[in-house]
């Protein structure tokens, strides 16, 4: 029989396309010896928006915010239940080293919990918040005061009723994919870190199944540059981020392979208690013959821009940049191509106003999906990512491949993407981003020569096949370490 592999999804493949959807794609896709069963965690829809695969032979769709019909649990549940919730919530409130086992421990518990009874049930009993504001004022006023603290825990402050209320709320809906459905595969693969581990270590507690943990951005860092927003209070926020950070520690701890996209990725993964002897970074990958290199250039300079409308992507940058552009090239042309998610229309329409105010509505323009990415990357001179975070971006590794030189900040993996083959500025920085763009609408002779490197960059080190290899010895190595010692440690180890 194939091997099976449970795939662990969060707001990706197979409910949207574009992004780390392309990179699960091409896994299943180019995998085809073994059999996938996709686990996709989303907010509420459930619509399967990708062309699958024969080998994916079940998807599983868990939403988050969904209304639940629930019933309540007999007492010696709600009494069972209660005990490892308190667990739960004091180690997300500690600093003492220890904390992270004792919140993997809790995990584990809650696993088996929902094995026995109705999880969702037991996390949207009302007195869970009375709970929460208790732990949480215990500890607030002593977070940060232990020996050997873990320093890079976010602070807290003391809590309303209203914190507590929100902050239990939260928890009911982030905590559900322990009480989703948990694939009894030889192997589970969470494509990022956050709640998409969730299912692998209900598994790895339950089953015993080994897993890889795959981050293409950094899911922490992310959660941290998100702005602030007016529906989460300051408290509830830093409650949330106590919660990411404690899941981020456990799944670096639990995962028995750790896959970063980028050697930036490390750094933080290394710096949130990852075991070096785990890390086996693997860069994404393209196919090249799909990105041909464009055999001419726009007639006007021209900087392209290809992406979802998204706030981490700092079009707002990128907007002030071409204003600079224009002082100077009165012609150039901003050109940006790609969806807007469902939730970003007010972003976009932002930029539609700055747009504006700076003068640039026959400058600068949204264009909507487009039925050939190529061909949008190849509306360029250049392309341009302004993003304050990144892995390892997809869009910057297609351009290279048609031959266009990119002008990129450098977050995440970018820089390596680059290497040599374009400019790399400050994030956050429109002078600077403006500048490289002039430097190389005028420099003809350089982007060509940028031009012929970037393809070259791609075909010797990003292509999808050195991908594809990379994992299957991954799930190689685990399948024989799962067949010759049995089950591995306990979640608790």
């Known amino acids: 029989m194939p091997a099976t592999v449970a795939l662990l999804t969060e707001g990706t493949y197979p409910l949207h396309t574009g992004g780390v959807s392309v990179w699960c794609d091409q896994l299943v896709s180019g995998l085809s010896h073994i059999d996938f069963h996709v686990v996709a965690l989303s907010g509420l829809d459930s619509q399967v928006r990708c062309d699958l695969p024969p080998n994916v032979r079940q998807v599983s769709v868990v939403p988050l915010w969904a209304s639940l019909p629930v019933r309540r649990p007999p007492r010696g549940a709600r009494l069972a239940f209660r005990e490892i919730y308190e667990r739960l919530l004091s180690a997300m409130m500690s600093d003492a080293p220890e904390a992270a086992v004792a919140f993997g421990l809790a995990l584990h518990d809650l696993s088996h919990f929902a094995r026995r009874h109705d999880l969702n049930a037991a996390l949207s009993e009302p007195d869970n918040a009375q709970l929460v504001l208790s732990v949480w004022r215990s500890h607030a006023t002593t977070l940060g005061l232990t020996a050997g603290a873990l320093r890079s825990s976010p602070s807290i402050p003391l809590p309303s009723v209203a914190d507590a209320l ?118 994404n990958g393209i196919d090249p013959a799909l990105f041909g290199v464009g055999e001419s250039e726009p007639a006007q300079p021209t900087v392209a821009w290809v992406g979802r409308v998204d706030p981490i992507k700092d079009l707002d940058t990128l907007i002030r940049a071409h204003a600079l552009i224009q002082h100077r090239l009165p012609e150039a042309q901003l050109r940006m191509f790609g969806p807007i998610p469902l939730g970003n229309e ?18 600068a323009h949204f264009e909507g999906r487009v039925p050939s990415v190529a061909q949008a990357y190849q509306s360029g001179h250049v392309v341009a990512l302004s993003s304050i975070s990144e892995g390892f971006p997809y869009s910057v590794i297609e351009a290279m491949a048609t031959g266009r030189p990119m002008i990129a900040t450098d977050v995440g993996g970018v820089r390596e993407a680059v290497g040599d083959t374009g400019i790399v500025v400050p994030p956050r920085d429109p002078r600077a981003f403006a500048e490289a763009c002039e430097t190389l609408l005028r420099d003809d002779t350089l982007r060509r020569t940028l031009s012929l490197r970037a393809r070259e960059r791609v075909l010797t080190l990003f292509t999808v096949q050195h991908c594809l290899q990379a994992y299957r010895a991954m799930y190689r190595d685990l399948l024989a370490r799962t067949h010759v010692t049995g089950l591995p440690v306990a979640v608790g180890g």
């Open 166 to 283: 929100d902050a239990s709320m939260w928890l009911s809906h982030l905590l559900r994919p322990l009480a989703g459905v948990i694939p009894e595969c030889d192997v589970t693969h969470a494509v990022s870190n956050g709640l998409s581990v969730l299912p692998a270590i209900a598994a790895k507690s339950v089953y015993g199944t080994p897993f890889i943990l795959t981050e293409h951005g950094v899911y922490l860092r992310e959660r941290f540059l998100s702005p602030p927003s007016e529906y989460l209070a300051p408290g509830t926020r830093a409650f949330l981020l106590r919660f990411y950070t404690h899941l981020t520690r456990t799944a670096y701890r639990l995962a028995d392979i750790i896959s970063p996209a980028s050697n930036f990725n490390t750094r933080w993964q290394l710096h949130f208690g990852a075991d070096p002897r785990k890390l086996r970074p693997v860069y």
């Open 346 to 363: 007010g972003y976009e329409r932002s930029c539609r106003q700055l747009i504006h105010d700076l003068g640039l509505d026959a400058a």
